[in-house]
C-alpha cells in the first residue's frame, strides 16, 4: 500500500504541509512489496540501496519538493517518511537526512540529544560509540550517533528490538532529559519506539510553530500514535504510527503510544504488539 492509501489524501497533504515549518528536508525509506526485491522503475529520484529497499533523501522542503508527490502514491510494504527540523546548531547538509541507512536498517529520530548546557552529543561521539560504526550511518548529527549505538548492540548479538533498548537506557545515563522517540526498519521488521526525557514541549518548538501561526499543533509535537490499517475488504493488514502533523483521532481508530512504550510490527505479516521498556 501507498502512503496515500493508508492515510488518505487530506492526511498526506497535511504532512507534507508540515514542512512549512520542519523546513530542514524530507525523505523515505520504502520496502518494495515484492518479497523477491524487484520493484517497478522509481518515478524520481530514489535509488535501491540492496535488494528491496529503496532511500530518497534531500534537503529540499516536502511541500517543495515534486517527488513528494510522486512517492506517496507509491506502494511498499512498509515505510519510513521523516520530515527534518533540525536539532539545534547542526549543519543542513544531506548526510544529516533522514531516513538513515546502515546494515539493512533505516532510521529515523525526533529528538534533540544534548545536555543541559547545550551541548549536543556529536561533540562527544568519540566517548560514547565506535568511529567506525558511526561513519557506517552516514550522518554526522545526534540522531546518527543514536542509530550507531543501536548497531553496536545489534554486533553485539541482540535482537533489533532489544538493541533500542539497550541503546536507549545507555545514553539516557548521560542524556537523561533527551528525546529518543525513533523508528527503525528492517526487512523483516519495523520498531516505533517512544521515549522522551521531558513530556512537555521546549519553548524552542513552541516558538518555531507559533511563528507560522500553527502554535496549537505544537502540543503534541511528542506523542507518537498509531491504529491498524485495513485493506480494502475490511481485513486488518498492518499498522501506522505518526508523530505530530496530521489529525490522529480516536474516533479514527488512534491510539497513543506511551512514554517508554514500544511497539514491534512484521513486515511480512502485519502483526504487531505493544510493550513496555
Known amino acids: 500500500m501507498s502512503l496515500r492509501d493508508i492515510l488518505g489524501g487530506q492526511a498526506v497533504a497535511d504532512y507534507r504541509g508540515l514542512g512549512e515549518i520542519h523546513h530542514d528536508g524530507w525523505g523515505c525509506s520504502l520496502l518494495c512489496a515484492a518479497r523477491d526485491g524487484s520493484h517497478p522503475a522509481a518515478a524520481a529520484g530514489p535509488q535501491p540501496t540492496r535488494p528491496g529497499t529503496r532511500l530518497y533523501k534531500t534537503t529540499i522542503e516536502s511541500d517543495r519538493d515534486p517527488v513528494f508527490e510522486s512517492l506517496s502514491c507509491e506502494a511498499a510494504r512498509g515505510a519510513l517518511w521523516h520530515l527534518r527540523l533540525a536539532s539545534s546548531h547542526l549543519p543542513l547538509i544531506v548526510e544529516n537526512q533522514q531516513p538513515f541507512f546502515a546494515n539493512g536498517l533505516s532510521f529515523i529520530h525526533n529528538g534533540d540529544i544534548s545536555d543541559d548546557d547545550g551541548l549536543n552529543i556529536i561533540t562527544r561521539r568519540d566517548e560514547i560509540v565506535n568511529d567506525k560504526v558511526f561513519l557506517a550511518t552516514g550522518g554526522r548529527s545526534d540522531s546518527a550517533v543514536f542509530f550507531a549505538v543501536i548497531l553496536e548492540f545489534l554486533g553485539f548479538g541482540f535482537s533489533l528490538e532489544e538493541s533500542v533498548v539497550q541503546a536507549v537506557k545507555e545514553l539516557r545515563g548521560r542524556y537523561p532529559k533527551s528525546s529518543y522517540n525513533c523508528m527503525i526498519q528492517s526487512d523483516d521488521l519495523l520498531v516505533v519506539l517512544c521515549a522522551a526525557g521531558r513530556t512537555e514541549v ?76
Not at 509535537?221 to 491498524?228: E, L
Not at 481508530?253 to 511480512?268: F, H, I, K, T, Y
Open 202 to 277: 521546549a519553548l524552542r518548538i513552541i516558538d518555531i510553530y507559533d511563528r507560522y501561526g500553527r502554535g496549537e499543533q505544537a502540543h503534541d509535537y511528542r506523542m507518537i500514535r498509531y491504529r491498524p490499517v485495513h485493506n480494502g475488504a475490511g481485513a486488518e493488514v498492518g499498522v501506522v504510527a505518526a508523530s505530530s502533523g496530521i489529525c490522529e483521532s480516536e474516533g479514527d481508530g488512534w491510539r497513543e503510544l506511551a512514554n517508554n512504550q514500544m511497539l514491534v510490527a512484521s513486515n511480512r505479516t502485519g502483526k504487531y504488539r505493544v510493550q513496555s521498556l
